[in-house]
């Protein structure tokens, strides 16, 4: 293949030697059309740019610039709206843990003042069963001291018996219990 191909450009070039021609752009004889041809095709160009291609993309670009402007606008004004809410927000949490506050020290109070009414109420009832108790005790203690005195009065005279073999009588006998408890 390589060789079809440097034998194409030697026939290519024998024949544009043998013509003498060369490129025909470069004839100085077809100057004047080809300027002419020139001037046509660019004039087209130009008034097709200038009329249809360049206003329109001047539309797209002036569209494209209202768009970002709105959209910039439409931002800017929802940021407003959003530091508006946010400080709305704020101060509706504000003042619903300032009530929140005041409801707990409400029933903190409340709850304090029923369990003080509460304590009040167990420490009277608390009282009167110490003093029902103690006046209780204080019988047991007089009845046992009564039993005790008996008892060491049979004991002392059980005892005194005994080991003597003597009987006392009953007023001796309450007397050396009566000494010997301290009354």
């Not at 903190?108 to 009832?125: C, G, R, V, Y």
């Not at 005790?137 to 009845?143: D, E, L, P, V």
């Amino acid at each position: 293949m390589l060789y079809f191909t440097e034998n194409a450009i030697e026939l290519a070039s024998e024949e544009l030697a043998s013509s003498g021609t060369g490129m025909p752009q470069l004839d100085f004889s077809t100057f004047p059309s080809q300027i002419f041809w020139l001037a046509i095709a660019f004039g087209i160009l130009y008034l097709a740019l200038s009329r249809i291609f360049i206003p329109r993309i001047g539309g797209v670009l002036e569209e494209r610039c209202d768009r970002i402007a709105d959209d910039l606008d439409m931002a800017v004004s929802m940021k407003a709206d959003a530091d508006a809410a946010v400080i709305a927000y704020e101060s509706s949490l504000k003042k619903a843990a300032e009530r929140a506050h005041s409801i707990a020290a409400d029933n903190k109070n409340k709850i304090s003042a029923e369990i003080a009414e509460e304590l009040e109420a167990q420490d009277a009832s608390l009282a009167e069963t110490l003093a029902i108790a103690e006046t209780k005790i204080n019988q047991a203690r007089q009845k046992a001291l009564t039993s005790v005195s008996s008892v060491a009065k049979t004991a002392v005279n059980d005892m005194v018996t005994k080991l003597t073999g003597y009987k006392l009588e009953a007023a001796k006998i309450t007397k050396i219990v009566a000494a010997a408890t301290g009354k």
